[in-house]
């Protein structure tokens, strides 16, 4: 994607997993990339591999469940890097396994804190001047459980569905202002959350513990898989894309190639996949 050389991007949870993926991507196309995650050791190992390829990324360590430290260290982010044209969310956590009936309220609301809040976060703190500037581009990391049931995960699968629908809203808000707001669904990687599921055996159920055996065992999705369609939703090939929740194994590339894209598709009134 050649017009994302010399843009500013923030990625949320860029010490590790997917996010980290995105961000070595992004780098890669030419952006100077703000590292966001809370473990300082891990930002600068992504830093490392990074500038080990010729590109720019800035570690930014904070807890993005923090209001006044969120402000504070998209402000820092600002004076190093300049507006923000692209924000990556993909910060997360599994939260509660097991039934519904035996999981904590405190695990519920960590959970909530973490999937939900901590990136409403960092979009209300870049969007007013992307709205200014009537232009940039917001991409939101889902998961399992944003568009199907995930049993044995309610917490995590409630919190996704809530970005999904946050995505849907915000994205009808910014239309007039030329801001795309999109959702990617990665898709099974190996992360550290695979290794949770299969820790918590019987309860994470069956199918998940089978899925997450054959994860670690492949890798999961590749990371080419994944880079691809958020380099396309933060460059402005997208800019008639909003408001939709791609998934890896989607016809995404069918966007390309339309100038207008039907309501429902791609998103979470959707009956099935494009």
């Known amino acids: 994607m050649k017009d994302l050389r010399g843009k500013s991007a923030v990625v949320t949870g860029a010490g590790r997993g997917i996010g980290k993926r995105l961000a070595l991507g992004l780098a890669e196309a030419g952006c100077r990339v703000a590292l966001v995650a809370r473990t300082e050791s891990q930002l600068q190992l992504t830093q490392l591999e990074i500038e080990a390829k010729g590109g720019v990324g800035l570690p930014f360590a904070v807890d993005l469940c923090g209001q006044a430290a969120t402000e504070a260290c998209f402000k820092d982010i600002r004076e190093h890097l300049g507006p923000i ?40 703190l ?95 999705v590749a990371p080419a898989k994944q880079i691809e ?16 929740i791609v998934h890896v194994d989607d016809d995404w590339k069918s966007l390309l190639l339309n100038g207008m894209v039907p309501p429902d598709l791609f998103t979470l009134r959707r009956v099935q996949r494009a």
């Open 85 to 124: 044209d692209i924000l990556v969310t993909a910060a997360g956590i599994m939260g509660p396994i097991g039934s519904f009936w035996e999981s904590e309220p405190a695990e519920w609301r960590r959970t909530i804190e973490v999937n939900l809040l901590s990136v409403m976060l960092p979009m209300r």
């Open 126 to 220: 870049v969007l007013p001047e992307m709205v200014a500037r009537r232009r940039g581009k917001v991409i939101v990391l889902g998961g399992r459980g944003i568009s199907h049931p995930r049993p044995n995960f309610t917490a995590y699968a409630a919190s996704k569905a809530a970005l999904g629908r946050m995505v849907e809203s915000m994205a009808e808000e910014l239309v007039e202002h030329n801001v795309q707001v999109n959702c990617l669904a990665p898709g099974h990687t190996y992360t550290h959350m695979t290794d949770e599921i299969l820790e918590a055996g019987e309860r994470a159920g069956w199918r998940d513990q089978e899925t997450a055996m054959k994860v670690r065992q492949t890798g999961g």
């Open 229 to 244: 369609p958020a380099l396309f939703l933060a460059s402005s090939q997208s800019n008639h894309v909003t408001g939709k």
